[in-house]
């Protein structure tokens, strides 16, 4: 299975919080997914924001990121470009979706990769990421 997943349904997966268990129980085998340099630099700003927020200690973020870069490394993450045409269906899923879904940029973003990447299904747990990867006919779990 080829996957796309946002940086929070992979921070979940990678590390733990309230989606964690979830997350796991979503990948009994771990599919290949997509990774964007987007998606990379996006994952260790949000372990390292928990660490800010006093969610994380820096041993558990250390650990998480180590996981992380390890398995990118073993070849669990297919890196792809974020290409022009990635940005430019970006501004037209915004233009024709944010004002009814109310959309942030990095979900606008995350949503215009995985369009154009096509892959088996995109893993998020952010409700209005969800509604927009649906509305552009994404398999998107969990539902």
């Known amino acids: 299975m080829i996957a ?3 940086t ?10 309230t989606n964690s268990l979830i997350a796991r129980q979503l ?3 771990q599919p290949a997914f997509l990774l964007t340099p987007l998606g990379d630099a996006e994952f260790v700003n949000a372990v390292e924001l928990l660490v800010f927020r006093s969610y994380w200690s820096r041993s558990e973020a ?4 180590d996981r992380f870069l390890q398995e990118r490394n073993a070849g669990v ?3 792809v470009p974020f290409t022009s045409e990635m ?4 501004s037209e899923l915004s233009r024709l979706r944010t004002a009814a879904i109310g959309t942030r940029t990095l979900d606008v973003l995350h949503v215009a990769a995985a369009l154009l990447l096509k892959p088996d299904v995109f893993f998020t747990f952010d409700k209005r990421q969800a509604q927009l990867a649906k509305a552009v006919r ?3 779990a969990p539902l």
């Open 27 to 29: 990948l009994p085998l």
């Open 8 to 17: 929070a349904f992979l921070v979940s997966l990678y590390g733990r919080d």
């Open 62 to 65: 250390s650990a998480v990121v």
């Open 77 to 79: 993450f297919r890196a």
């Open 138 to 140: 994404l398999k998107v």
């Open 87 to 90: 940005w430019d269906k970006a």
């Open 4 to 6: 796309y997943a946002d």
